[in-house]
């Protein structure tokens, strides 16, 4: 199948965007990455030392000009970080280049999957299912709103989430 748009995938933290877009580009042949890879090399610090030396302020506008820096480039498979569709202009820039496609857990899948990851400073201290839950429902409406596709992941691999999207690309 032809694809000649970015592919967008973004949905909260834990909920599988970084290991489906390695899927989609073995099954499509188009490169991905991932935004917080390149923020954080291009800061040459990690996202967690972003948020507390420069500030989350910082790392969201870090967010747009990256999405910004994308229109007009050759299709690529995008893993946003999970807070990139709460800005009405990032969700602007990505329907103007590309498709997006929305990934959704369950609170308890993503407390399982992150369990022993501390890489996310919006849940340091607080990695537990009422917390991941409260977020979830605050960030929906702009998720959905983001949104071309919604696929739930709860016991879906990667591979088979890949498969999906690419079939429901196609239908658009
Ligand atoms: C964030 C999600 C993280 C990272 C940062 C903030 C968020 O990315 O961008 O910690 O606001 O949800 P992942 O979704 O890749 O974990």
């Known amino acids: 199948m032809e694809i000649n748009k970015h592919i967008f995938l973004i949905g909260f933290m834990g909920c599988g965007k970084t290991s489906v877009s390695r899927e989609l580009s073995a099954q499509t042949g188009i490169n991905a990455f991932d935004t917080d890879e390149?923020?954080?090399e291009s800061e040459q610090m990690s996202i967690s030392e972003i948020f507390r030396v420069k500030g989350e302020p910082y790392f969201r506008e870090k967010e747009t000009g990256l999405l910004a820096s994308?229109?007009?480039?050759?299709?690529?498979?995008v893993s946003c970080g999970?807070?990139?569709a709460l800005a009405p202009r990032n969700r602007e820039l990505m329907h103007e280049s590309g498709v997006t496609v929305l990934l959704t857990a369950e609170p308890e899948t993503i407390l399982e999957r992150l369990k022993d990851?501390?890489?996310?400073?919006?849940l340091?201290?607080?990695?537990?299912?009422?917390?991941?839950?409260?977020?979830?429902?605050?960030?929906?409406?702009a998720y959905e709103e983001a949104?071309?596709?919604?696929?739930?992941?709860?016991?879906i691999s990667p591979?088979?989430?890949s498969r999906e999207i690419t079939e429901l690309i196609?239908?658009?």
């Not at 994308?70 to 498979?77: A, F, N, R, S, V």
């Not at 990851?117 to 919006?122: A, E």
């Not at 340091?124 to 409406?141: F, M, W």
């Not at 949104?147 to 016991?155: N, P, Q, R, V």
């Open 38 to 40: 390149l923020i954080a």
């Open 70 to 77: 994308m229109k007009g480039q050759e299709p690529l498979i």
């Open 82 to 84: 999970g807070g990139i």
């Open 117 to 122: 990851d501390d890489s996310r400073p919006l």
């Open 124 to 141: 340091a201290g607080r990695k537990n299912v009422p917390h991941i839950s409260s977020l979830i429902d605050a960030r929906r409406p």
């Open 147 to 155: 949104a071309d596709i919604i696929i739930k992941t709860d016991g």
């Open 159 to 161: 591979s088979e989430i």
């Open 170 to 172: 196609s239908q658009l």
